[in-house]
T-cell receptor, first 115, second 112 residues
Framework: GPKVLQIPSHQIIDMGQMVTLNCDPV?????FYWYKQILGQQMEFLVN????????KSKLFKDQFSVERPDGSYFTLKIQPTALEDSAVYFC?????????????FGSGTRLLVI | QQKVQQSPESLSVPEGGMASFNCTSS?????YFWWYRQHSGEGPKALM?????GDKKEGRFTAHLNKASLHVSLHIRDSQPSDSALYFC????????????FGKGTSLTVIP
């Protein structure tokens, strides 16, 4: 079936540096999401994005985080500056619409390690 | 406080056996529930959704929802080694955007 592609699959970065996580959503999907999963914990919602704007964000979406999708290219999550507690797996997801029955597809995740 | 709680944390069943997972929510705003499966190194993939009280069966998988108690379960009959994975319960509220709240997951091992 259609897939969400996340690049890179792994990233190691020095604390304080900037990192950009890339997501190529399903081609006809209009809604995009980022989730964060710390090792051994549940996946937690960070932010959703539609029509070029953040629609909702959680308390985990710190001021150091930003998202964008310039000109229909990758949907990106940027962290600047990174902190040790940002180490986690970040999952991107996309959906066609907002209904409960909508096709909601997750990527395989980017494993971020901040050292 | 976690809004979605799953049990057990891990489960081992023999091939051909029945695997059962439980999920309880603490938020009465949740209207929609899903079961996701995640194999190692992959993203979670939707197994099935359940939005109404009662049972929903899809092949070897049966989900049950009791909205009054906010309890949802998943049963896999005739379990196969390929079913070995992490199983997540996810819930969302009717707020317009499908932001999921996940449980911590149950690790299933099917022993050949």
């Amino acid at each position: 079936g259609p897939k969400v592609l996340q690049i890179p699959s792994h990233q190691i970065i020095d604390m304080g540096q900037m990192v950009t996580l890339n997501c190529d959503p399903v081609s006809n999907h209009l809604y995009f999401y980022w989730y964060k999963q710390i090792l051994g914990q549940q996946m937690e919602f960070l932010v959703n994005f539609y029509n070029g704007k953040v629609m909702e964000k959680s308390k985990l979406f710190k001021d150091q985080f930003s998202v964008e999708r310039p000109d229909g290219s990758y949907f990106t999550l940027k962290i600047q500056p990174t902190a040790l507690e940002d180490s986690a797996v970040y999952f991107c997801a996309s959906s066609l619409d907002r209904t409960a029955n909508s096709d909601y597809t997750f990527g395989s995740g980017t494993r971020l390690l901040v050292i | 406080q976690q809004k979605v709680q799953q049990s057990p944390e891990s489960l081992s069943v023999p091939e051909g056996g029945m695997a059962s997972f439980n999920c309880t929510s603490s938020d009465r705003n949740f209207q929609y529930f899903w079961w996701y499966r995640q194999h190692s190194g992959e993203g979670p993939k939707a197994l099935m959704s359940i939005f109404s009280d009662g049972d929903k069966k899809e092949g070897r998988f049966t989900a049950h929802l009791n909205k009054a108690s906010l309890h949802v379960s998943l049963h896999i009959r005739d379990s196969q080694p390929s079913d070995s994975a992490l199983y997540f319960c996810a819930a969302s509220a009717d707020t317009g955007y499908q932001n999921f709240y996940f449980g911590k997951g149950t690790s299933l091992t099917v022993i050949p």
